[in-house]
């Protein structure tokens, strides 16, 4: 079984201070000592002191009493450094793991929101350290004193301590059962207290806009709503709070009855002494009473926060689960977008909005449109570099994130405009992306895209290119990417402006070899004539982005017949 996740964030963070918790416990030890000792010293001086008619033995077993005492404020004062040990660096850690978690998830909330939340859960995390401090000093304190006179009663008289234990038990029962739906309801109580922070953080960012708009009285519903929401929530909580009169009934009062109505059975048929019943009610008085009432209220409320809190913490640093990896392969080169949308933030506008888009294998499909329209975003999604936000893209049918990240990478190769050479030799940078490719397949590329006399003015394939390529042009540099795509094993190519430096006939012959060679070529063109080449043509212009042939955009669309002209002229 595992632990809920706020204890595991409690744990966490708690496990570099098990030196100081190890101190903090053993004085813990050491300051119930005198309610160990109280109940039996008592009933010491009661029988054989007082009663037996020596009142200085009696009183020197009470000084015995005082002297443990003055020992157990000793030990309270040596609890406190070992209580702040453990309590500050808790604070430290918990508010960075939580706000670095918190501002992590900034990017998917409106900034207003989720400067809310940071607060909110800056604030929660305070809340830990002084209720994990209260608990520690007082709640630790009593029920320590509450567990020495347990002991103390069963040294004292096993059947009495039995009977008083089953009551106790039976309240704490009584007491655990109804802790979940306590939880549940405090939880709403936190989450309603968060989301009046949001709201009213929204409002109050936008109170010029409400101004404008006359919206006051709107603006003033949504934050009443949520605080009408809100007070519900808190009484809600507030009615689970009746439990506490069962347990104090069962926990605090039956097992004081319990003794009085006890005692003459167990005098007449045990052999207690007044002495022993005199520490009995002395244990029940100061040891168990005053325990079993503060974890019931101000305990049973701290536990209570101090779960829910932490609980509500445990979420936001839960981070997100990374869907496993792809291990589908594609059987096909044919590439599908269907209703994509894509924006590079939540809050911004999308680049690409609901574009559907079908490239059959074998196609060449030809981008164009103005500049800054989202052609190489395009170019990136289809790659598979960049997610859509909706919609999906496939390979062969399959989605692109259900690929296996292997197969998918050398499937499909993006070409950007700035070309990738690197030092070592040429026959190195050619074979990058397919390093088995023999001498033959060189010849063919380098033949097919136009890089041959590169190569021969080089001085082969095992001439050195220098760090940063050298003195090599811009296009020299771009056929080598070209030549490198071309040997590559991958079936879909993308070219995002890769020819750019490239005069128009070697570009046209670059392009219509990686359109010959098996496969799909997708190229955002940089000029017209590569539109004139492609089998389809999509053009992104606007919300809605048109695809077709050369010849039909020219008449469907003015842009496109504007940048046919543009071009020609
Ligand atoms: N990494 C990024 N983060 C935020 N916005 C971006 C990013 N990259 C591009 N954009 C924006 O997305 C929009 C589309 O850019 P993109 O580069 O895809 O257009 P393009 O059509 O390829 O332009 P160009 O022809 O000038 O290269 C532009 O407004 C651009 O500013």
Redesign the pocket.
């Not at 449109?369 to 990136?380: I, R, V």
């Given at each position: 079984m595992t632990a809920p996740p706020a204890a595991r964030l409690l744990h966490r963070h708690l496990r570099g201070q098990w030196p100081a918790m190890r101190r903090l416990s053993a004085w813990s030890v050491v300051e119930s000592l005198p309610m160990f000792a109280s109940g039996l010293l008592l009933a010491r001086a009661v029988d054989h002191g007082f009663l037996a008619g020596r009142t200085m033995t009696g009183l020197g077993w009470l000084a015995v009493l005082a002297a443990l005492y003055a020992v157990g404020a000793v030990a309270t004062g040596r609890v406190y450094p070992w209580l702040a040990a453990t309590v500050e660096p808790l604070r430290d850690s918990l508010v960075t793991e939580v706000v670095a978690a918190a501002l992590r998830r900034m990017a998917d909330q409106a900034p207003d929101a989720a400067g809310a939340s940071v607060s909110q859960v800056t604030e929660q995390a305070e809340a830990v350290r002084a209720l994990v401090g209260t608990a520690l000093r007082n709640v630790r304190q009593l029920v320590s004193a509450g567990a020495a006179a347990l002991v103390g009663l069963a040294l004292l008289s096993p059947l009495l301590a039995l009977v008083i234990c089953l009551s106790v038990a039976l309240a704490l029962g009584v007491y655990a059962a109804f802790v979940s739906l306590q939880i549940r309801r405090y939880r709403a109580v936190i989450r309603q207290a968060e989301r009046i922070g949001e709201v009213a953080a929204t409002v109050v960012h936008g109170v010029r806009d409400v101004a404008a708009c006359a919206a006051e009285d709107r603006a003033a519903a949504a934050v009443g709503e949520v605080v009408d929401t809100q007070a519900e929530a808190l009484r809600a909580y507030a009615r689970t709070r009746w439990v506490r009169l069962p347990v104090l009934a069962l926990g605090v009062h039956l097992p004081l009855l319990a003794l009085l109505v006890l005692s003459p059975y167990l005098t007449a048929h045990h052999g207690l002494t007044a002495g022993q019943i005199a520490g009995g009610a002395g244990y029940l008085v100061t040891g168990l009473q005053p325990g079993i009432t503060v974890l019931v209220d101000a305990g049973g409320t701290l536990l209570l926060s101090l779960a829910v809190v932490l609980g509500r913490l445990a979420e936001v640093c839960a981070v997100p689960e990374e869907p496993p990896p792809g291990t589908a392969t594609a059987e096909s080169s044919g590439i599908e977008a269907e209703h994509v949308t894509f924006a590079?933030?939540p809050r911004?506008a999308p680049?690409i909005e609901d574009l559907s888009l079908h490239v059959p294998e074998g196609t060449h499909l030809a981008v164009v449109?103005?500049?800054?329209?989202?052609?190489?975003?395009?170019?990136?999604l289809l790659a598979g570099l960049l997610e859509p936000r909706k919609g999906k893209i496939t390979l062969g049918k399959v989605p692109l994130p259900h690929l296996d990240p292997a197969h998918l990478r050398s499937s499909i190769a993006l070409i950007p405009q700035e070309s990738y050479v690197f030092a070592g030799t040429l026959r190195d940078n050619l074979t990058y992306l397919n390093p088995e490719a023999a001498a033959p397949a060189l010849e063919e590329a380098a033949a097919a895209v136009g890089l041959s006399e590169l190569v021969d003015r080089l001085g082969g394939y095992e001439s050195d290119i220098p760090p940063g390529g050298g003195d090599l042009s811009q296009g020299e540099r771009q056929l080598i990417t070209l030549a490198r795509a071309y040997l590559s094993p991958a079936r879909v190519i993308v070219l995002?402006?890769a020819t750019s430096h490239l005069d128009p006939a070697t570009e046209a012959r670059a392009e219509e070899a990686l359109a010959t060679r098996g496969g799909t070529l997708i190229v955002?063109a940089h000029r017209m004539t590569s539109a004139e080449r492609a089998h389809q043509v999509l053009l992104?212009d606007g919300p809605v982005p048109l695809l077709g042939t050369h010849e039909t955009l020219q008449t469907r669309s003015r842009t496109y017949a504007d940048l046919v002209g543009h071009w020609h002229t």
């Open positions: 590079y933030s911004a680049v449109g103005p500049s800054g329209t989202g052609k190489s975003t395009l170019a990136n995002d402006e955002i992104l």
